[in-house]
């Protein structure tokens, strides 16, 4: 079964050619979601990203009480959010950023859709967009919407971005690469060090989405960062860290020249953070305490997932970070699942344990995988195990 929304390496139509939208990936579980529905205790959403706990407390009471919502906020941020994000760099990855490197992004995804085709205006001469294989999907599309041409760059056995199979000719005409370390959806590490190398020897800007970053299980989080500033950019949300999805705030960072010419389209375009939820992403950016208690939540509501696909039969390895778990069938069920991509797993899951959660097509894969987000509370997800063990 083929699902909707899969990666495409398509450019823009061709001249004369009307461009035809995709559907949005996750419209299609509708289906799925009718199967998982009929479980008593009803169903349980692990499909998408979406955090299940609240913010802290001093967050929401900033958010109420800044009095900044009378006027127009600024666009590249205020000093105080891009200070406090400039600290937060530095306590957290050891990064020296200076703040006028750090603007303001409406939660991360819409500069990851919209950075090819504002990075375009000033290099028309380069179309293509280099993205993980198997990654979100909005890399490939924000390529597309740019009129560019998206490219995925392999990934060996490590999960380290493979730019030697690059072809030369894509790489003269590299526009931005993308990177995603932690990984969505594999958890995988990337090496960010090669990565910024391999784009500083090439001209092209590494783009490093690090939004997981405080979600690293296998050593400390780190960022492109550390190794300075030229010719990358990091980009930070708080949706993840501290459980702020509904305010998007983000902010991206790094290569002065771009960070400023970015900052300035996007003044022009009329894209700004809320002065409220600026001031509420300076408090969360300012504590620690909060992300600790949350690592604490993901890691237990892993740990009860691993053990629970496992005992079912399912292969599945502990994440290098991120809250998902990349999920196969064990050898006996992919002989009953029969076909081919994550479809019939999804299904098999929504009839057998009332769980929804996403095929690996959604990233950009054929082979039989699902993604499952850990961001229910531990008594729906004991549920979806004790359903596991029932059968």
């Known amino acids: 079964m083929t699902g909707p929304g899969e990666h495409s390496n398509a450019g823009a139509a061709a001249p004369g050619q009307v461009f035809e939208l995709p559907p949005y990936p996750y419209d299609g579980l509708s289906h799925v979601g009718q199967l998982a529905r009929g479980h008593a205790g009803g169903m349980v959403d692990l499909s998408i990203g979406t955090p299940c706990d609240p913010a802290p407390d001093k967050v929401i009471h900033a958010l109420a009480s800044s009095g900044s919502e009378h006027g127009y906020p600024s666009s590249a941020g205020s000093a105080r959010f891009r200070a406090a994000a400039c600290d937060w760099l530095g306590r957290r990855f050891g990064a ?131 190794q300075g500033v030229e010719g990358v950019l990091a980009v930070h949300s708080l949706s993840k860290r501290s459980n702020m999805a509904g305010m998007r705030a983000g902010f991206f960072a790094g290569d002065p020249d771009t960070v400023h010419f970015l900052a300035e389209v996007r003044k022009h375009a009329g894209f700004m953070v809320p002065g409220p939820v600026q001031a509420a992403a300076v408090v969360a950016l300012d504590d620690d305490s909060h992300v600790r208690s949350q690592r604490e939540r993901y890691r237990e509501r892993l740990a009860l997932l691993l053990r629970a696909f496992g005992e079912a039969g399912l292969a599945v390895d502990a994440p290098a970070g991120t809250f998902y778990l990349w999920v196969a069938p064990g050898a006996h069920l992919a002989e009953q699942l029969g076909g081919s991509g994550g479809w019939p797993l999804a299904e098999w899951l929504a009839r057998s344990a009332g769980v929804l959660v996403s095929p690996g097509q959604f990233y950009g894969t054929e082979e039989c995988f699902v993604r499952v987000a850990a961001v229910a509370p531990l008594e729906r997800l004991q549920l979806v195990a004790g359903r596991l063990e029932a059968l």
């Open 96 to 226: 020296n950023v200076d703040p006028s490197s750090v603007a303001a992004c409406i939660g991360s995804k819409e500069l990851v859709a919209g950075l090819p085709g504002w990075l375009r205006l000033r290099r028309p001469d380069r179309d293509v967009v280099f993205f993980p294989a198997v990654s979100y999907p909005t890399y490939a599309m924000g390529a597309r919407l740019a009129g560019c041409r998206a490219v995925p760059v392999p990934a060996g056995p490590d999960g380290r971005s493979r730019f030697d199979l690059l072809h030369p000719a894509d790489v003269a005409r590299g526009l931005v690469c993308w990177i995603n370390s932690p990984a969505n959806p594999t958890g995988a590490l990337d090496g960010l060090v090669e990565a910024a190398d391999w784009g500083r020897r090439n001209g092209v800007l590494v783009a490093s989405d690090e939004c997981y970053a405080e979600f690293t299980w296998q050593g400390k989080p780190r960022s492109i960062l550390e």
